[in-house]
């Protein structure tokens, strides 16, 4: 069995890069304990503060074995920055390098192919107004249609047209992806994302009707928001928790 090898980056780069590393792996860690992860596909990019520069998975290693070192650095043209023997993958460059691009308040982003996601995402009314979780995602939500594996740099361009300046978008056929301007901030826009479309699969598995949330409501939800997070995002008002809950899963994420 081949052991990973990596050396530890902690004082050898910046306080803020280092927080940004950790922050990214115990995300890697969360998205892998809920279930959310493909083998060694999808990714979770972050990007520097103030340079073109983000930081992805390593492609061939589970999401459980992602840790704040063996992140690798790149550019927005793909070029790996760092000493590292690790190489990253084009699919996951050419989504996450589109989004860095154009839009300077996503920080990260999280790209997945959960089933839930997938499925909304193909039905053609895609996600309806079923539950709470479902608002958050609606007051800002978009989609894009598929154009097989994302390695074409052509796709470059629709896909940022189709996100704009939405912060959850369901790919068509493929599955969800949320941004933040905080690794916080996209976990918990996925979370939501990923909580709404559980839902519209088992309300529709009943054959049941269901009631739909009064569109007053959903135009009132932003306001509600700011009353309940206390000045910050959700995300942020989450993300210490979900910090030490990756820390009990295992401390390595922090290597």
């Not at 989609?143 to 047209?161: C, F, I, P, T, W």
């Not at 007053?216 to 809950?245: C, E, F, H, T, Y």
Request: glycine share 6%; hydrophobic share 40%; proline share 3%.
């Amino acid at each position: 069995m081949q052991e990973l090898t990596f050396e530890s980056l902690q004082g050898k780069v910046s306080d803020k890069e280092w927080q940004l590393r950790v922050d990214l792996a115990a995300c890697y860690r969360l998205v892998a304990d809920l279930g959310w992860d493909d083998l060694i596909y999808t990714h979770l990019s972050a990007r520097l503060e103030g340079t073109d520069e983000y930081l992805v998975n390593p492609f061939g290693l589970a999401f459980d074995e992602v840790c704040a070192s063996n992140l690798v650095k790149v550019d927005l043209q793909g070029n790996i920055l760092d000493d590292t023997a690790y190489v990253i993958n084009p699919a996951g460059f050419t989504i996450h390098s589109a989004i860095h691009e154009v839009r300077p308040d996503a920080h990260c982003v999280i790209h997945l192919h959960t089933k839930e996601t997938t499925v909304i995402a193909t039905q053609q009314q895609g996600l309806l107004p079923y539950s709470q979780y479902s608002m958050f995602s609606l007051a800002s939500l978009s989609y894009h249609d598929y154009e097989g594996l994302a390695v074409d740099a052509e796709e470059k361009r629709r896909l940022q047209n189709d996100l704009a300046d939405t912060n959850h978008m369901l790919l068509v056929n493929h599955g969800g992806l949320t941004v933040g301007a905080t690794v916080g901030d996209a976990f918990m826009r996925f979370f939501d994302l990923q909580r709404a479309c559980e839902i519209q699969v088992m309300l529709q598995s009943t054959g049941q009707s269901a009631t739909l949330v009064p569109q007053a409501i959903l135009d009132n939800i932003k306001k509600q928001q700011s009353v309940v997070n206390i000045g910050q995002s959700g995300g942020q008002k989450i993300w210490p928790a979900m910090l030490r809950k990756a820390y009990k899963l295992d401390p390595g994420f922090m290597l």
